[in-house]
Nanobody
Framework: QVQLVESGGGSAQAGGSLRLSCVYSGYSSSSYCMAWFRQAPGNEREGVAVIARDGTTRYADSVKGRFTISKDNAKNTLYLQMNSLKPEDTAMYYC????????????????????WGQGTQVTVSS
């Protein structure tokens, strides 16, 4: 059974940093494409960053240069390092996974992913 459990959310000041973690079980990340999404109240869930099985990464323009996605296969953990945080980064953050090779053009679409975590809240104050 595939499970994804996020942690690391919390409150930060604008300009600060947070690191999110997502511990996964029930599959090997070497065969999965994994991503971080976020959803603010009243907004659609949007793709933030993705990492393919070979380590290739892609980012949403809104976070490029500030966020870094990575994974530790030995620890079965996906990370999202968030620096230079802005109030508009405030949202519930979710990790997601799907069995896939490479990074498809649809990587930022919610419907592409099969497995989801329960989310962790990030709040950035100005």
């Amino acid at each position: 059974q595939v499970q994804l459990v996020e942690s690391g959310g919390g409150s930060a000041q604008a300009g600060g940093s947070l690191r999110l973690s997502c511990v996964y079980s029930g599959y090997s990340s070497s065969s999965y494409c994994m991503a971080w999404f976020r959803q603010a109240p009243g907004n659609e869930r949007e793709g933030v960053a993705v990492i393919a099985r070979d380590g290739t990464t892609r980012y949403a323009d809104s976070v490029k240069g500030r966020f870094t996605i990575s994974k530790d296969n030995a620890k079965n953990t996906l990370y999202l390092q968030m620096n230079s945080l802005k109030p508009e980064d405030t949202a519930m953050y979710y990790c997601a996974a799907v069995s896939w090779t490479g990074v498809p053009l649809s990587w930022a679409q919610r419907s592409f992913y099969r497995y989801w975590g329960q989310g962790t809240q990030v709040t950035v104050s100005s």
